[in-house]
């Protein structure tokens, strides 16, 4: 008969062992990532399975948990010590003795970071850069005068297969007292990020250390979000926000950049105004977490160009001009003690790659995240800030962009525009009789029509109206025939009702007539149709070089595309049709690709290779740009139709 046929799910990985095979070398074998920092010694209880019972017909397995060799005596001393949850296994010393569908539990399950309930939960495989591994090194011995160092590297090749391992000179004072308190018996903390590089020894506990941690970073130009993750769980322990303390020097990117052309000390001001940011919240999520900064061994930072050459002390006036040179596109690697980062002394940093001179490693993580090289579909995913990133593709082929869309979209350069907080409008409707507004407010559930609005925001009070607000009034202006094609207030309306006024030469619309009162005018109008002529050009151009003229997917990264409403962002031409059902806010798609960097060094492999393959295109210098540009001011389009939107 032949071997007993063993199946690891959710990967699906399968193969044939012999009766006595530990759960753990079969996965090993097969490349199923299965943690373990005792080395097999029942101790750690790292390595747990769930083993499914009942018939597998369509694997062509009987399973029965018979099939498992019952609990021997190491899983029984480690049970006594330690629970093992209800059907669980050590997979080190549970043995193969049939077919068998094997269970990896998945504890990360990543649930992005947004407001959105319907955001997708992800599940990201763990294969950590940091392993830990406990081994037992000889103890000295007068015949044997190798080191105790050397000893230790013998005994990761013999135990762990670990070959080659460099030390961290930061290690070289320490060893040999860890290694006697210890007992000769001790934790290596082994970083091997990449294959072909030899791994390098960054930390070393006496005895047993069963906890490691990561911090994963999306530095954005407004709020750095930061995440504290178990190496070997996978859970997300804390999460911490803030703004960007850079805001100071300058709101968007253009004018940090300028201010530190204008100031020799501004870069590195700047740089240090980010990395006390970050200290603040790894003390933040440390907290919350319960654990020691000494207890993070690795991190992963994400971020457009300019915040990636700020954080590690670059100065980014080059991509303030033609031809937008970055200092360093491709992924870096170093010392997280090298970037100023109060981690342990050994901890590793690793940055994503940037793409282009505009679209940054913030970019690269989202399409980590949302995958379009992936798959068959063709995908476009944007991000919209005071610079729209567009990455448009499929497995096939992607090409990436950047759009200068002007801070409009986030209620910058409106009159009545405000950030997104309590008190802003953020959804309208406009009776198309009457020309009468309704809207709700961040903070209430209710219409502003509804009885018991008034009490819901007596204490912020109607203050102004938010990006995703802007998007709604505008559109439904428009749908209401408020404003014509072009983007022009009607005045003739102002003769069948009160809401359309004259002001200087133009109109405007009166959204909410007291205390205070709030109008969307001519200008505002305006600045939205710039913006959305820009992105909308852009995105033009990424399928002009597809030779497409629809996309099967759109993914809406960042706080504005969990908020807007995608039929609205139709309605107004800023994204080109789709079905409206295949249209989704992805979340904080570049914080989850920074976390599946983190958990996963075969993810850091993944986009390094998908970003050499992204093919950049500089809107700058396309002579089609234009022409689109033009043609989007209209709405919401003046050659491109939206038949999705109209069934
Ligand atoms: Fe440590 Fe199984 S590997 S308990």
């Known amino acids: 008969a032949s071997d007993p046929l063993v199946l690891f799910m959710p990967s699906g990985k399968r193969g044939r062992f012999a009766k006595g095979t530990p759960v753990l070398d079969a996965a090993r074998q097969l490349g199923v990532y299965v943690e373990s920092v005792c080395g097999g010694r029942a101790t750690c209880g790292r390595c747990q399975i769930e083993v499914q019972t009942g018939r597998f017909a369509k694997h062509n397995i009987t399973s029965l948990d018979t099939n498992i060799s019952p609990k021997g005596p190491k899983e029984e001393r480690f049970e006594r010590v330690r629970t093992l949850p209800e059907g669980r296994r050590l997979s080190c010393s549970a043995t193969i003795e049939g077919d068998l569908v094997v269970d990896v539990p998945q504890d990360a ?139 100071r020097f300058g709101e968007d990117l253009m004018s940090r950049v300028s201010y530190v052309m204008m100031n020799p000390e501004g870069r590195a001001a700047m740089t240090d105004a980010v990395r006390a940011a970050i200290s603040k919240l790894i003390d933040e999520v440390c907290e919350k977490g319960e654990i020691e900064r000494r207890d993070i061994l690795d991190s992963v930072f994400v971020g457009n160009p300019v915040m990636h050459h700020l954080f590690l002390g670059i100065d980014p006036t080059p991509l303030g001009g033609a031809p937008f040179a970055l200092a360093v596109s491709g992924a870096l690697t170093l010392p997280a003690r090298d970037l100023g980062l109060d981690l342990n002394p050994g901890a590793r940093t690793y940055i994503l790659p940037c793409i282009a001179g505009h679209v940054g490693a913030d970019a690269a993580a989202a399409t980590l995240c949302e995958g379009p090289h992936r ?177 099967d997917r759109i993914g809406l990264a960042g706080a504005f595309g969990s908020f807007i409403d995608p039929q609205y962002a139709m309605v107004l031409g800023l994204i080109p049709d789709c079905d409206l059902d295949a249209v989704k806010a992805v979340g904080n798609a570049a914080g989850t690709g920074a976390r599946m960097a983190l958990l996963n060094r075969g993810h850091r492999r993944e986009i390094e290779d998908t970003v050499t393959r992204i093919e950049k295109i500089e809107t700058a210098v396309e002579a089609k740009f234009q022409e689109h540009f033009v043609n989007a001011m209209a709405l919401p389009n003046k050659v491109d139709a939206f038949p999705r939107l109209a069934a």
């Not at 050009?537 to 070089?545: C, E, V, Y």
């Open 109 to 247: 399950i990543v649930n992005a970071q947004t407001v959105r309930k319907d955001a997708d939960d992800r599940l990201i495989e763990r294969n950590p850069a940091v392993h830990m591994c406990f081994v037992e090194v000889e103890p000295p011995d007068m015949e044997k005068p190798l080191g105790d160092l050397d000893r230790l590297r013998v005994a990761l090749a013999d135990q762990w297969g670990m070959h080659g391992v460099q030390i961290d000179p930061w290690l070289l004072p320490i060893a040999q007292q860890v290694l006697r308190d210890g007992a000769w018996q001790v934790t290596a903390a082994v970083h091997h990020d990449c294959e072909r590089a030899l791994p390098r020894l960054i930390a070393l506990y006496p005895g047993l250390k069963n906890e490691a941690y990561g911090i994963a970073c999306d530095i954005g130009s407004t709020t750095v979000a930061l995440h504290l993750s178990s190496l070997l769980s996978g859970r997300t322990i804390a999460s911490a926000g803030a703004s960007n303390p850079q805001i």
């Open 375 to 551: 798959q068959e579909e063709m995908m476009l995913l944007v991000d919209v800030g005071t610079n729209a990133e567009i990455v448009l593709g499929n497995a096939r082929r992607t090409l990436a962009a950047s759009s200068p869309t002007g801070p409009a979209f986030e209620g910058a350069e409106i009159s009545c525009g405000q950030r997104a907080a309590p008190g802003a409008i953020e959804r309208v409707r406009i009776d198309r009789q009457t020309l009468e507004p309704r809207f709700r407010v961040i903070g209430s559930e209710l219409w502003s029509d509804e009885p018991g609005f008034a009490e819901a925001v007596a204490r912020t009070g109607v203050t102004g109206v938010c990006g995703s607000g802007i998007i709604e009034v505008i559109a439904e202006m428009y749908l209401s025939g408020i404003i014509t094609e072009d983007g022009v207030i009607d005045g003739a309306l102002a003769e069948r009702s009160p809401r359309i006024v004259a002001e200087n030469r133009t109109f405007s619309y009166v959204l909410k007539d007291q205390g205070p009162r709030l109008t969307i005018n001519q200008t505002d109008v305006r600045a939205i149709q710039l913006a959305k002529a820009a992105l909308y050009a852009g995105i033009k151009l990424l399928m002009d070089k597809h030779q497409i003229d629809t996309v």
